[in-house]
């Protein structure tokens, strides 16, 4: 077979659901327009209309079967430091089946497949469904290497088969109905069904493990728990319910410009593994440092009420200066891995949290010496899971009639497993000043830590007040 017509047939997924959709379309239309055509009604049967009909249905063949089932890479190779792009190396990329023990699939990856002339582009088809590990390999005049990573490659699923049976034998009916009843109106009624068709298929496509972690990794960096917590497993959600799991968090322009900066994440889909209904996917994160001191300026210290106080100019600056930043790459970033555990449920993969196995922490406050002070804390009671982060705000309400000066204790029971609950942000560690009927608060912020060898299964935290003269007693562990 000649190269050039073998490139073209495989470069074409050839989908006998999409072709049988589109060819019945084709047929009743033109049926429709040749009865329409030979009564007499040229002005509605041109063949103007039937070619710009045919030439829609061909823009829909190509869009939906052109490289389906193809993996493409495109790499960006740069000198490290610099980030200046290395036009001139040699990349490859390999994929090998785990699996089911398939030859491995090697291409040549090049700056000339892509629009982008700067990033190594390739597609590279993979015959077979299963786990495979795919390999780019980088070799240039200053050194070589090489990073890997692994995708699953799945079968549609049942509820897409049944999409497309509905849209097919949907079709199929009104074509019947058409050479029956002769209704020469009915074509533009099968395109409207079709493209609406086409819209159910698109949803009823599972979204994968790994975008609902990126998405729960942007929305937890935002402290968007609105969102996150719409992520997260039946089981957990049965747990711990959504006032309580959203309770501190922020809102108005403050959520915006934590959701602008998680907008700025970077991802790498590190490694991902499904077992039946199980996930695991490790993610690698570029994230934003929202207390470096260009954006902790910016953002007015990221004092909530102050934020959602400015007027709408300066709210639009500040978004303004937040993407020129990340244009000009200005914006300094924190580098981590981060693990999750997903579960498919009726509503597509959510994360499971296991709340069930997570430590109770309760929170109090205590003053040994009769103060001036009103104190609360809240939340008064949390389920945490090693690596989730709450935080925990405390109100003190100076209600004597001249200033007075309080420092507090921070005390964590048990004490032998005190160190595995981190205290990660505290501000009342100094002293502090209230002055008369005024009302402060304080948000420290606390995790469970993953590597803890025998967490406790509940923690007391105890907030101390002591005058200012006094010592309170620390123990933070």
């Known amino acids: 077979m000649d190269p050039v017509l073998q490139a073209f047939l495989v470069s074409w997924g050839w989908r006998a659901d999409v072709i049988l959709v589109l060819a019945l379309l084709a047929a009743a239309y033109i049926i429709g327009w040749w009865h329409l055509h030979r009564a007499g009604h040229s002005a509605l049967a041109g063949g103007s209309r039937l070619v710009c009909y045919l030439a829609g249905l061909a823009t829909v063949y190509i869009a939906l079967l052109s490289l389906i089932g193809w993996l493409s890479v495109s790499v960006a190779v740069m000198r490290p430091g610099t980030q200046v792009p ?27 497949q892509g629009a982008n002339r ?12 299963g786990r495979w590990q795919v390999t780019v390999s980088v070799a240039g005049p200053e050194g070589s290497g090489s990073a890997a990573f692994q995708i699953q490659v799945k079968r549609p699923s049942i509820t897409y088969w049944l999409t497309v049976g509905l849209g ?27 493209v609406l068709w086409l819209f159910a298929s698109g949803c009823a496509r599972e979204t994968g ?84 001191p260009e954006i902790v300026t910016l953002v007015r210290e990221w004092d909530e009420r102050l934020l959602n106080a400015l007027p709408r100019t300066e709210r639009q600056e500040i978004t303004r200066k937040l993407d020129q930043l990340a244009r000009a790459q200005k914006i300094p970033m924190l580098e981590g891995e981060e693990s999750f555990q997903l579960v498919r449920e009726g509503s597509g ?72 609950l981190a205290l990660l942000q505290c501000p009342l560690f100094v002293p502090i000043t209230l002055k008369p009927g005024e009302t402060e608060e304080f948000r420290s912020e606390y995790m469970i830590l993953r590597d803890s060898p025998d967490p406790a299964k509940q923690f007391e935290v105890t907030y101390e007040f002591f005058p200012a003269e006094r010592s309170p007693e620390v123990n933070t562990r």
């Open 86 to 112: 290395v036009l001139d190396a040699v990349v490859r990329l390999t994929a090998n089946s785990i699996d089911q023990g398939k030859e491995p699939v090697a291409v040549e990856v090049t700056r000339r």
């Open 209 to 292: 493990p790994e975008r609902i972690a990126l998405e729960y990794s942007r929305a937890l960096y935002a402290s968007d728990l609105a969102r996150a917590y719409r992520l997260i497993s039946s089981q957990d959600r049965q747990v711990k319910n959504e006032e309580i799991f959203r309770r501190g968090a922020p809102t108005g322009f403050a959520l915006e410009v934590s959701r602008q900066l998680a907008s700025f994440i970077n991802v790498a889909f590190v490694e991902q593994t499904i077992n039946g209904e199980q996930a695991r996917v490790k993610l690698q994160l570029k994230l934003p440092n929202a207390n470096a």
């Open 349 to 420: 993969w959510r994360v499971f949290l296991n709340w069930a196995g997570g430590a109770r922490v309760r929170f109090r406050t205590a003053m040994r010496e009769a103060i001036p002070l009103q104190v609360t804390v809240s939340p008064e009671e949390v389920l945490l899971t090693p690596g989730e982060r709450m935080q925990v705000v405390v109100r003190v309400k100076n209600e004597s009639s001249r200033d007075f000066v309080t420092r507090v204790g921070h005390r964590i029971e048990p004490k032998a497993q005190a160190g595995s």
């Open 168 to 194: 097919v034998g949907t079709a199929g009916l009104i074509l019947v109905w058409l050479v029956w009843r002769r209704r020469p109106d009915v074509p533009q009624a099968i395109l409207a069904a079709f």
């Open 118 to 129: 700067l990033l190594y582009n390739a597609d590279m088809k993979l015959p077979s469904e």
